[in-house]
Nanobody, 125 residues
Framework: QVQLVESGGGLIQAGGSLKLSCAAS????????MGWFRQAPGKEREFVAA????????YYIDSVKGRFTISRDNAKNTVYLQMNSLKPEDTAAYYC??????????????????WGQGTQVTVSS
């Protein structure tokens, strides 16, 4: 079983930066893709970013392109989300997820098998 634990969330003013981490543990961890999703109160969970574990290809939702960067450290089994120029509309619970197989539908939550418990990001105006 794979466990994902997020950290790094918090309260920050608009324009500031945060770096989220997601550490994976469990039996041999070799995902095809790692992703970050977020869910704001009253809204559906939405895709934020994804990275192919071996090749390192990255993918982003348009609203975060140029502000957020997803990266991974294969040796530490950890994926990161560097968030810069944060806006109040980025406020949400952020979840990391791991997919066992690559899918062109990396932006769909159904493509992922394992999920973390989430970390709250609150951006004040």
């Amino acid at each position: 079983q794979v466990q994902l634990v997020e950290s790094g969330g918090g309260l920050i003013q608009a324009g500031g930066s945060l770096k989220l981490s997601c550490a994976a543990s469990g039996r041999t961890f070799s995902p095809a893709t790692m992703g970050w999703f977020r869910q704001a109160p009253g809204k559906e969970r939405e895709f934020v970013a994804a990275i192919r574990w071996s090749a390192g290809n990255t993918y982003y939702i348009d609203s975060v392109k140029g502000r957020f960067t997803i990266s991974r450290d294969n040796a530490k089994n950890t994926v990161y989300l560097q968030m810069n120029s944060l806006k109040p509309e980025d406020t949400a619970a952020y979840y990391c997820a791991a997919a066992r197989y690559w899918s062109g539908s990396y932006y769909l939550s159904e493509s992922y098998t394992y999920w973390g418990q989430g970390t709250q990001v609150t951006v004040s105006s």
